[in-house]
C-alpha cells in the first residue's frame, strides 16, 4: 500500500508540473492540432461532444495526415474526434488549452491525448491504476475457471486489488473535486452504489458539475437509494425456519445487537465475508453480538453445505426461495449479495451496508472499553 501511494503521488507531482508547462495562462479557447497515422487515404476528421448522446461540434479537413480544430467552451465538456474512414476513435475532454493529438489507426498502437487539465488527469488515473487494472482484468479471466474454493481464495485477491484501486480513485477526488474526468470514473458504478457511499461522493465533489449528466445521474441515484434507508427505521419482521428446521423470528433477538446478513452460497464474496466474520464473532458474541444470516439459496443442499464448508456457528435462516420475488428481501431493499444491516437491541436499524472493517470499529467502541 505504501508503494502504491507513493506512485499516486509521484504521478500527481509529474503531471501538475506538465500542467504548468502545457496550459496556457489566461487560455480563452481551445486549439487542437492533430496528426493522424493510417495506411488509408483519409481527408476527414469531426469532433464530437459526448453527453447525453452525441453532438457534432465541428468537422475539420486533413491536409498532409494533419488536421486542427479551434474554438472556445465555457467549461470542460466530454468530447470524442472520430476519423472517416477509421472506425477507431479517441475520446478526451475539450477546454480552454492547447491540445496535441496522435492518431494511429492500428488498435495495437495507442493514440496520444496531451494537453488540458481533465485530460492530465485523465492520463495521470490511467498511469496509476493501469497495474492493478490489469491484475484485475488476469485475475477475473482465472475467477471464471476455477472452483468454489478457487474462487473464494480468488475473490479476497480481486477485494484486495479493488480496495487499493477505490484508494486511487478517492485521492484523486479528494485533490480535483471540480473535474469532470473524475466524476466520469464514478459514472458505471452509481447504479450499484448504496447510499451511504452515493452521499459520501455527493459530499466530495464541487456542485459546480451539476451542469453533467453524470452528476445528475448521481443526485437521481442517491434520491432513489435515500427513500430505501432504513437507519433509524424499526428493522422488518422476518418469521422463518433455520437450518435445523426450527421456527424463527428476528424479534427474538430484542436485548442483543444483531448483525443481519443477506448472503448466498454461490455468492464468493458472501463466502468471504463469513471467513472474515467467524473471529470477530467468537470474540463478541458472549457481549451481547449476534449474528443473523438470512440465505438467498433456494436449494437447501447447497446451503447447508456451505454452512459446514465456511464454519458458520451463528444463526442460519432462510425461506429457500431464491433471490426473485423474495418478500423478506424486498422488504429490506437488497439489491446485491453479501447486504449486510446492524440493529440494536431495541429493534432499530443503526447500520447499512456495513462492510466488517466498519463493523469492527462499532463494535470495539461499544465493547472493548468495559
Not at 509521484?10 to 480563452?28: A, D
Not at 477505490?166 to 474526468?181: E, K
Amino acid at each position: 500500500m505504501h508503494y502504491l501511494k507513493m506512485k499516486l503521488y509521484n504521478t500527481l507531482l509529474i503531471w501538475v508540473f506538465l500542467l504548468s508547462t502545457q496550459i496556457s495562462k489566461g487560455q480563452t479557447s481551445y486549439q487542437i492540432a492533430g496528426q493522424i497515422h493510417s495506411a488509408k487515404s483519409v481527408s476527414k476528421v469531426y469532433l464530437y461532444q459526448m453527453d447525453k448522446g452525441r453532438k457534432l461540434l465541428d468537422s475539420a479537413t486533413i491536409v498532409d495526415g494533419k488536421f486542427s480544430f479551434k474554438g472556445q467552451t465555457a467549461v470542460p465538456i466530454a468530447a470524442s474526434v472520430q476519423v472517416k474512414g477509421i472506425r477507431k476513435s479517441q475520446d478526451l475532454y475539450l477546454e480552454n488549452a492547447v491540445i496535441n493529438l496522435q492518431l494511429y489507426e492500428s488498435w495495437n498502437r495507442p493514440n496520444i491525448v496531451i494537453g488540458g487539465l481533465e485530460n492530465s488527469i485523465k492520463k495521470g488515473y490511467e498511469l496509476d491504476s493501469q497495474y492493478l487494472q490489469d491484475t484485475l482484468s488476469k485475475i477475473g479471466r482465472n475467477y471464471e475457471k476455477a472452483d468454489e474454493e478457487g474462487k473464494v481464495s480468488l475473490g479476497l485477491q480481486m477485494q484486495e486489488f479493488n480496495r487499493q484501486l477505490d484508494s486511487i480513485r478517492t485521492s484523486y477526488l479528494a485533490a480535483f473535486p471540480q473535474s469532470l474526468a473524475v466524476l466520469d470514473w464514478y459514472r458505471p458504478y452509481l447504479a450499484v452504489m448504496n447510499y451511504n457511499q452515493l452521499e459520501e461522493l455527493y459530499a466530495k465533489l464541487d456542485n459546480r458539475l451539476e451542469r453533467y449528466s453524470t452528476y445528475q445521474e448521481l443526485l437521481k441515484y442517491r434520491q432513489e437509494k435515500k427513500s430505501q434507508y432504513l437507519v433509524g427505521q424499526r428493522a422488518p419482521t422476518i418469521a422463518t425456519k433455520t437450518s435445523t428446521g426450527k421456527t424463527f423470528k428476528l424479534d427474538q433477538l430484542r436485548g442483543k445487537l444483531v448483525l443481519l446478513d443477506f448472503w448466498a452460497s454461490w455468492c464468493a464474496p458472501c463466502r468471504i465475508a463469513n471467513r472474515k466474520l467467524v473471529a470477530t464473532y467468537q470474540k463478541y458474541k458472549d457481549k451481547g453480538f449476534e449474528v443473523v444470516s438470512y440465505s438467498m439459496d433456494h436449494k437447501e443442499k447447497l446451503w447447508l453445505d456451505a454452512i459446514q464448508k465456511d464454519g458458520i456457528p451463528w444463526i442460519q435462516v432462510s425461506d429457500l426461495t431464491g433471490f426473485d420475488n423474495n418478500t423478506v428481501a424486498q422488504s429490506y431493499y437488497v439489491k446485491q449479495l453479501p447486504t449486510l444491516f446492524l440493529i440494536d437491541e431495541n429493534g432499530t436499524v443503526v447500520q447499512q451496508h456495513i462492510d466488517h472493517e466498519e463493523l469492527l470499529t462499532y463494535l470495539k467502541k461499544k465493547y472493548d472499553h468495559n
